[in-house]
């Protein structure tokens, strides 16, 4: 959610950074100051009502000690306490469709952002070199088949499309993937959270992803009397309400969060033919990084989770690029995103399997998350950010392809090597 004050400042700027995005909200943004206005009106309007309300009730025993007439005050009290009864109506519709209204508008670019959409994403730098074989190289799903490391026949059988299965090393391959994932975040200080897998609504509406998008989740059917709950899209989604609703001491931040979760997505499931096996799936593992910052801490914040991710892969040998998404790619609730982007050989082109974003202040004035400023003692919105450290559904197939022999087998990368025995080959 967005400052409004930014939004009685200067409206054309505001409209004109949310058509970087490609969308056009100018009819929200004319409503949303009209009822703004309303709205300041009615409350300024009730508080005076209050105020006269107070000032004659404390000249009620007075006047009836001193034996004179109130029964005119009394009349006059009492009108104005259906006046603020009537103004209090009005001020919850207006408040309805107001935090409606505002709970719908997007987070605005940064504005170093390019306009558009993602044909104007930028790569910032790339890394290593394209890999070249002296032999035919196989696709992911052949080699992964071959291998005995997944089995898509049984995954579908299980689940439907967009579901698979490990087996034997391909189980062992993924659990040393998201060991090195999470004893690299552990050893730059950051938190381990376990978070359920099932969230309630003010989860997925502080993360930005409600009301606009409810249903890209899988919903729980429950009883009515049951709390509602969804899925889990990601963990950042978990991570992002832990301090919903608290006010945080300034000594404490910045925090750092990490979370192993599966990540259940409904628009899952492309028919393309270089998108096969586990490239796209409605379920798939990920490790996620979550930091609460000073607005002042925010940029550097962002600096460090792109280089985390980036050294991960790197970690693991890939060619990869980094690239700075315009500004009508950027997810609605993120003020900037930089995707790190690895070629899996039988694709073409780049394959994201991290985004880095900052959200500025826009979840946490969702989720009412702030802190205590030491020099003046005022709360203030944090700012928050999340980065995959990675998803491995990506990570997985760009290794084997990479890795692969003339043979048919495929190299381990060294830092996976002490989760398996030191095994450095899979035949």
Known sequence: MIDIKLIRENPEAIKTRF??????????????????????????????????????????????????????????????????????????????EYS????????????????????????????GEQHAFDFEPLNH??????????????????????FWIYRGMGARLEWALLNYFID??????????????????????????FPKFEEDVYWLESDKEERRRFMLPTAETALVSLHRDEILAEAD?????????????????????????????????????????????????????????????R???????TVKLAAGDCSASMARTYDIEIQIPSMAGFKEVSSVSNARDYQARRGAIRFKREST????????????????SRILPALVEQNQQKDGSVIIPEVLRRYLGGLERIK
């Open 19 to 96: 058509k970087y995005r490609e969308i056009d909200c100018d009819e929200v943004v004319d409503r949303l100051l009209d009822l703004d206005g309303s709205r300041r009106e009615l409350i300024s309007k009730s508080e005076a009502c209050k105020a006269e309300q107070n000032r004659i009730s404390k000249q009620m025993p007075q006047l009836k000690k001193d034996g004179a007439d109130t029964s005119a005050l009394l009349k006059q009290m009492n009108d104005m306490k259906e006046t603020i009864k009537a103004s209090e109506a009005q001020l919850r519709e207006i408040e309805s």
């Open 100 to 127: 409606m209204l505002m709970l719908s508008l997007p987070n605005l670019p940064d504005d170093d952002l390019i306009p558009g959409g993602k044909e104007h994403n930028v790569p910032v730098r790339y890394f």
């Open 141 to 162: 799903v052949d080699l992964c088949t071959n291998l005995g490391l997944i089995d898509y026949v049984r995954g579908v059988k299980l689940s439907g499309s967009g």
């Open 184 to 209: 690299t975040h552990l050893a730059d200080g950051y938190e381990l959270v376990f978070v359920p897998h099932m969230l309630g609504y003010e989860c997925g509406l502080t993360a930005g992803q």
């Open 253 to 313: 931040l910045p925090r750092k969060y990490i979370s192993y979760t599966p990540c259940f997505r409904r628009e899952a499931g492309s028919y393309r033919a270089d998108e096969r096996g586990m490239v796209r799936g409605h379920q798939f593992n990920k490790v996620e990084m979550v930091q609460y910052t000073k607005p002042e801490q925010s940029d550097e914040a962002f600096d460090e989770l792109v280089g985390k991710a980036e050294a991960l892969v």
């Open 315 to 321: 970690g693991l040998g890939f060619h990869f690029r």
């Open 377 to 392: 003692g005022k709360t203030e919105f944090v700012h928050t950010l999340n980065g995959s450290g990675l998803a491995t």
